[in-house]
């Protein structure tokens, strides 16, 4: 990327000790030798090579905040946990409110039967978990820019949940323009609400065209060398490692929780699994001192990681369309931060199973789930609870399971068991927003046509 502020620049990119006593350092996966600040490695999203940045050390937390844990509330415990992780690149005060504002929304755990919890990563803006990582990246960009007060840029294409949480994440943060590409007619009616609705600094572009293609104009935004450094272009791209740390923060509150309700429990994570940010994040905080039996990645028919624990070999493939659509990967790309932290197959077969289900296997839970507990589920937490049965079948284990609820039903209506769409309820935010007007451009697939719409502002 050739954005000059963002720009890897080696002298001025060394942490420097005399600067901040504690911070965070982070190594590029494909050029190890190459570090980067945190801050840096915010703006740039993606290492040089394709890498991903990983931190070169997981802060372990002490026995006194685990003792602590269960008593805290989510934004205490992340304030403890993001302080120890990012260290005083940001301060205190400043992570503090950082906390407060971004997860200011309930994490409920619901019980499903004895022993197996739904930790409900769905109460926010864009009811997805992804409004964790997109609500805490936007106000760290935000406080990063503070000083050279660039106009920020963020590009987005989306097929669907992303762009709603990115939208939703950066609404009103000041300094910071939003620009969202999404492929006409491919989106669902709530997921366009959700983009064209807000107003403000985000802007919805409906493009004629593919997801393929709306992200393909924004790569080749990124690479026009005057675009670029004109209009302060970043990106939110999932792979952002100010998205994944977020998203290490609810495996301590979910544990905590369950320690309340059963002192010393044993717990294992479900996590449906797409690109598996996710269930890496699970990972970090599994290093970082968290007591996890194990952790289930539970996927669709997108199976390549499964395939990949059985015998070590990864192999990408194209991916193929399911019920639970935001996990239809078929290269998943925090693969290779999995690798990194676990040092190859023999770590990473430690402390992970797989389990991959089909649709009907999918639809069958959604009912089991409604019909045995009322508990009023969509495909992707379907799955994840599936996770859970599977492993303890195999298993025996009689760890507390906590599977990741990790969208709203009422985000996933079409694609339900027909008996159970009416019984959804639409939260009140989603039908307020759906009362605003609805604002969108539309354009062709045309590098031209973008060029100018962004060049205009
Ligand atoms: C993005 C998404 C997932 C997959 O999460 P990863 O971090 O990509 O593994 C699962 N469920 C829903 C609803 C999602 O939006």
């Known amino acids: 990327m050739e954005i000059d502020f963002y720009t890897f620049e080696p002298e001025k990119q060394d942490p420097n000790p005399q600067f901040f006593q504690r ?3 982070l190594y590029n996966t494909r050029q190890p030798s190459q570090k980067s600040t945190f801050q840096h490695a915010v703006f740039q999203g993606l290492a040089d090579g394709n ?25 205490e415990m992340a304030e403890e946990v993001v302080s120890a992780l990012i260290g005083d690149e940001i301060p205190e005060d400043v992570i503090k409110d950082i906390c407060q504002d971004a997860f200011s929304f309930p994490v409920p755990l619901t019980q499903l039967g004895t022993q197996t919890y ?10 997805a978990f992804k409004d964790f990582g997109a609500r805490f990246m936007s106000r760290v960009m935000s406080y990063f820019n503070r000083i050279d007060q660039k106009p920020l840029h963020v590009l987005v294409a989306t097929s669907g949940d992303t762009g709603g949480a990115v939208a939703m994440g950066f609404h009103n943060v000041p300094g910071i323009r939003v620009t969202i590409l999404y492929p006409k007619g491919r989106v669902s009616k709530f997921q366009e609400v959700q983009l064209t609705c807000l107003g403000g600094n985000v802007r919805a572009l409906e493009v004629d065209g593919s997801f393929d293609d709306c992200q393909a104009l924004v790569k080749q935004a990124f690479q026009d060398r ?6 302060g272009l970043t990106s939110a791209n999932s792979i952002n490692i100010a998205r994944l740390i977020p998203q290490s923060l609810y495996y301590f509150y979910a544990w905590g929780q369950i320690q309340n309700m059963i002192p010393g429990a044993n717990v294992l994570f479900s996590v449906p699994s797409g690109n598996f940010g996710n269930v890496c994040a699970g990972a970090f905080a599994m290093k970082m001192g968290l007591p996890v039996e194990m952790f289930i990645a539970a996927v669709n028919a997108n199976r390549v990681f499964t395939d990949y624990l059985k015998d070590g070999i990864f192999t990408p493939k194209p991916s193929v369309a399911t019920l639970a659509n935001a996990m239809d990967v078929g290269n998943p790309s925090n693969f ?7 040092g190859g197959w023999s770590g990473v077969k430690d402390t992970f199973r797989s389990y991959s289900f089909s649709d009907e296997e999918t639809e069958a839970a959604e009912m089991k789930m409604f019909n045995l507990f009322g508990n009023l589920s969509e495909p992707h937490a379907a799955i994840g609870f599936l996770g859970l049965d599977s492993y303890r079948n195999e298993t025996g284990s009689d760890a507390v399971g906590v ?9 996933f209506i079409p694609v339900l068991p027909e008996s159970l769409r009416s ?4 939260p009140v935010s989603l039908l307020e927003l759906e009362k605003m007007p609805s604002v969108k451009q539309s354009m062709q697939v045309d590098f031209e046509e973008f060029r100018q719409i962004i060049l205009e502002n």
Request: charged share 20%; aromatic share 10%.
């Open 23 to 25: 911070s965070m350092i």
């Open 51 to 75: 890498g991903l940045f990983m931190p070169e050390q997981l802060p372990v937390m002490t026995a006194d905040f685990f003792q602590h844990l269960p008593h805290l509330s989510f934004s």
């Open 118 to 127: 739904c930790l409900e990563l769905f109460h926010g803006p864009s009811l």
């Open 226 to 231: 005057e675009l670029s450094q004109k209009e």
């Open 336 to 342: 290779e931060r999995i690798e990194a932290l676990f």
């Open 403 to 411: 599977f990741l609820g990790t969208a709203h039903p009422a985000k």
């Open 423 to 426: 019984k959804v309820e639409i």
